[in-house]
T-cell receptor, first 113, second 113 residues
């Protein structure tokens, strides 16, 4: 099945730094979702985006639905140790099967205190 | 307390045995999904169901079976035909109208000995 290109694969940053990650696709999407997964747990939904150009924040997290509808970005400001985990993007292809999501392979974030 | 539960958290089985993973939700969601997650990989869709008594194969359905006799429950059976069953299994649910964000359970880690 189709997959999203998510980058970077991993990041090692100092506490307090800002973080950026993104997902790109060759197909047009009508929904972008960002999840965070802690080790051994299920992913938790952080932010959902539904319109091209949409910019949405959730605390220190900000995500954007790219204007081309083929990409999305997630930024984390002033990182803290509890931000550690794997961040996944997921999207729904425009005209695709209702409900079905395509997932990126994740960005593993490590934060050094 | 609304949510999705999966049991057991850890499961061990011998080669050649079938095993059933439980998934229950009390969110009144019509759709339910099963994903498989391997280290460093995104989530791959095994089966999904958008209504009771109906389900569809995902990208990697071979060696797995499901049933959807009740709205709240969507058990997954890993059969002996699945050649590499050791993995982390995630169940999710969503509505079938509106934005259809998927919400995940805590996962079951299956290890074949």
């Amino acid at each position: 099945g189709q997959q999203l290109n998510q980058s970077p694969q991993s990041m090692f940053i100092q506490e307090g730094e800002d973080v950026s990650m993104n997902c790109t696709s060759s197909s047009i999407f009508n929904t972008w979702l960002w999840y965070k997964q802690d080790p051994g747990e299920g992913p938790v939904l952080l932010i959902a985006l539904y319109k091209a150009g949409e910019l949405t924040s959730n605390g220190r997290l900000t995500a954007q639905f790219g204007i081309t509808r083929k990409d999305s970005f997630l930024n984390i400001s002033a990182s803290i140790p509890s931000d550690v985990g794997i961040y996944f993007c997921a999207g729904r292809i425009y005209g695709g099967s209702q409900g079905n999501l395509i997932f990126g392979k994740g960005t593993k974030l490590s934060v050094k205190p | 307390d609304g949510g999705i539960t999966q049991s057991p958290k850890y499961l061990f089985r011998k080669e050649g045995q079938n095993v059933t993973l439980s998934c229950e939700q009390n969110l009144n969601h019509d759709a339910m999904y099963w994903y498989r997650q391997d280290p460093g990989q995104g989530l791959r869709l095994i089966y999904y169901s958008q209504i009771v008594n109906d389900f569809q194969k995902g990208d990697i359905a071979e060696g797995y079976s499901v049933s959807r006799e009740k709205k709240e429950s969507f058990p997954l059976t890993v059969t002996s035909a699945q050649k590499n069953p050791t993995a982390f299994y995630l169940c999710a649910s969503s509505t079938t109208s509106g934005h259809n964000e998927q919400f995940f359970g805590p996962g079951t880690r299956l290890t074949v000995l």
